[in-house]
């Protein structure tokens, strides 16, 4: 902080309490997601920018006022505000110890700390550490990607972190926030009806919460800029890198591509075609990153064998439909490829380690999902399950799998899909 703020802590902190009550949003959507909270662990929020990573803090600080946890046990700090800035480690201990001696009687219960984009705080682990073992303390942090990934606080905090990945709006939170809710006879004509008119407009829309329910060409730039924002700050600036033609196409493509297959070797063919330079490595690398900034992910072969799922092509798929259709042709061109999408992201919420399956004799079953508990199943998503060929398509791979496999399978249909909706 600025050395003339350094004697006004004090009234500081009081202001910040009572913005933070008086702005704090009355209505949210109940995001369908939990964190561990266990002691001595800190809690973090990961994820892409915008898709709610602060709304959802403010959810669980709502929560714990409704269990019964005081107010003044309960310490919120945005470390994006001006007033907070620069802040070091020092900073963040003294505004931690102002709180304490506001409301002496917090030394004797557990208080809550929420920091909002802590990345911004150098030095912010060591007090946190500290925090851990001295404190009788809850602290959940959270952090744009550019900055605060997963291995990163992993290694910040040498394993006294429990991540939890916040996705755009799953398919239910989406009719939330839009105003639709589940229908109250969801399986009666009507109800079903309005729900699969619905799923294919979130296929086409997306569940970012800012784009949810607005004008669809406000919707469409505003998705493009995300992937700007993205490009720049989580990937050009944050890896140093010197230009942004090949990392624009690479993530065109992939954006534009959820359930191809994508192959390093025949992606640099294409872009020696094109007259753009790139090694091996550094698209491997380029890869990552865009997997790191969560915009677009590559999904291997499942095979007992290291070497052989990594030398075959992987599988796309991007962070939020909408997001894909605003850089390509629109997801209503090819809503198959999007309920795909919508399955991958559905089994990556439920914290699904994601594979796809391909037979002895080369039928490809979408997704072998390890669940966290160890459970493994297969997925195979269809769209039209009116069409005769296709469905049959579909079940002949999901069957050869599953007998090669002797794992369980479902095959996901928009019926089956919105019948599991509860």
């Known amino acids: 902080m600025y050395p003339s703020m350094e004697g006004q802590i004090d009234r500081l902190l009081l202001t910040l309490r009572e913005e933070f009550d008086s702005v704090r949003p009355r209505r949210l959507v109940r995001r369908r997601l939990s964190i561990p909270e266990l002691p001595h662990k800190v809690d973090a929020l990961i994820g892409m920018r915008r898709t709610g990573k602060t709304w959802f803090l403010f959810q669980l600080v709502d ?198 297959l994508f192959s390093v070797h025949k992606f640099l063919h294409d872009l020696h075609s094109q007259g753009i330079r790139a090694s091996k490595n550094a698209l491997h690398e380029y890869v990552g990153h865009v997997g790191d900034a969560y915009l677009a992910f590559t999904v291997p072969l499942f095979s007992e064998s290291v070497r052989k799922a990594n030398s075959n092509p992987r599988k796309v798929y991007a962070v939020d439909t909408g997001l894909s259709g605003a850089v390509g042709l629109g997801s209503s061109r090819n809503r198959g490829q999007a309920f795909e999408n919508l399955v991958y992201l559905d089994l990556r919420r439920q914290g699904c380690e994601v594979t796809y399956y391909l037979t002895e004799d080369r039928l490809e079953c979408d997704f072998l999902a390890c669940f966290p508990d160890g459970r493994r199943r297969l997925y195979q998503a269809c769209w039209d399950a009116t069409d005769a060929a296709t469905l049959e398509r579909e079940r002949r791979a999901l069957d050869r799998a599953r007998k090669e496999t002797g794992l369980d399978g479902e095959l996901v249909t928009p019926d089956t899909y919105l019948d599991s909706l509860g």
Do not use: M
């Not at 201990?93 to 929420?114: K, M, Q, S, T």
């Not at 682990?125 to 990934?149: C, F, H, K, Q, Y």
């Not at 399986?187 to 919460?209: C, M, N, T, V």
């Open 63 to 260: 929560e714990r006022l409704a269990a019964g946890v005081p107010p003044e046990a309960i310490l919120y700090l945005n470390f994006e505000d001006d007033r907070l800035l620069p802040a070091t480690g020092p900073d963040l201990a003294r505004l931690v110890d102002a709180f304490y001696a506001a409301f002496p009687e917090n030394h004797d219960r557990i208080c809550h700390l929420f920091l909002d984009e802590v990345q911004n705080v150098e030095g912010w682990e060591r007090v946190v550490r500290r925090l851990l073992d001295t404190r009788r303390v809850r602290i959940l942090v959270t952090g744009s990607s550019a900055r605060l990934l997963g291995r990163e606080i992993a290694t910040a905090l040498r394993g006294r972190s429990l991540p939890t990945e916040v996705w755009p709006y799953g398919f239910v939170e989406w009719l939330d926030a839009t105003g639709s809710g589940l229908p109250s006879s969801p399986r009666g004509p009507r109800g079903r009806d309005r729900l699969r008119k619905a799923l294919a407009r979130y296929l086409d829309e997306g569940g970012f919460p800012e784009t949810a329910g607005i004008d669809p060409a406000a919707r469409l730039r505003i998705l493009q800029d995300y992937v700007q924002v993205v490009i720049f700050r989580d990937i050009v600036e944050r890896h140093k890198l010197k230009g942004t033609v090949l990392v624009r196409y690479l993530i065109r493509w992939l954006l534009r591509s959820p359930g191809h």
